[in-house]
């Protein structure tokens, strides 16, 4: 099994192990499965948390262990670990699955505490891929990171910003939740553009930016944009890459 958490928990879990923390019903984990990106999924939303950087917690727990299973926006069963870790194989789409437990797990029951790729999984939602985000308590609920920010860029009291707003910000921001938004301005532009303005994007560090620039392009109806996304699809974060596929297929372009 593994527990996603803040690299700074770790002295502390390799000391004392996992510890239920006071406003969380259990120890959340998923099984390790033969798909590296389902058994590791939640890693970007639990970076919302604020964590810079996240590790991954392995442990070993016996199948007939009682956990809390299911969908993470559907009613939760008690069943044995076997069952739950034989119901998500057996989903066509798992992501958005979780198992917890009521228990802490002890020291004699971690196996390793090691490094996870950081841009793993889903933002927001499981196939949230240029989709605008919900601003209401249960998605998006007080406490959590930037929420205040993001609620307000979700139900503005100002004009929309203009096309050449847009264009001047995307150049100059650097936090990645308000270039989210401002990608989502652009697709809600429409009009036939010149992309060469989002390559400096295409260039950041940040496979999360490379990846809403991938899912921007097939909004810009330019020649260009299938030069772009064909150069992304050789990037190496997995999800960079399938965002640059789906985004030539829809421009009629294959693979």
């Not at 004699?108 to 950081?118: G, L, T």
């Not at 620039?213 to 109806?221: E, F, G, M, N, Q």
Request: proline fraction near 6%; charge should be positive; charged fraction near 30%.
């Amino acid at each position: 099994m593994v527990h996603i958490t803040d690299e700074k928990n770790t002295a502390s879990i390799l000391r004392s192990g996992i510890r239920i923390r006071r406003k969380n019903r259990g120890i959340y984990f998923m099984p390790v499965l033969q798909s590296h990106f389902i058994s590791h999924q939640w890693i970007r939303e639990l970076r919302r948390g604020g964590a810079k950087v996240l590790v991954g917690v392995y442990f070993r727990l016996p199948s007939s262990e009682q956990v809390w299973a299911g969908l993470y926006n559907q009613p939760h069963r008690s069943i044995v670990l076997g069952e739950a870790i034989r119901e998500i194989r057996a989903l066509k789409d798992p992501l958005g699955y979780e198992i917890f437990i009521n228990r802490s797990i002890v020291r004699s029951e971690i196996h390793k505490v090691r490094a996870v790729p950081q841009g793993v999984g889903w933002r927001y939602m499981p196939h949230a891929h240029g989709r605008p985000l919900c601003g209401c308590p249960a998605c998006m609920p007080k406490g959590l990171i930037k929420s205040r920010r993001l609620r307000e860029r979700l139900e503005p009291t100002k004009p929309l910003l203009s096309l050449n707003e847009v264009k001047a910000r995307l150049l100059l921001e650097r936090d990645e939740d308000e270039i989210m938004f401002l990608f989502w301005a652009l697709r809600k532009k429409r009009r036939r553009m010149d992309p060469k303005f989002l390559e400096p994007l295409m260039n950041s560090i940040s496979a999360s930016v490379r990846e809403d620039a991938a899912l921007t392009l097939p909004y810009i109806r330019h020649p260009d944009s299938k030069r772009l996304l064909r150069l992304l699809i050789n990037d190496d974060d997995p999800n960079v890459a399938g965002a640059a596929k789906d985004g030539l297929r829809r421009l009629g372009a294959g693979d």
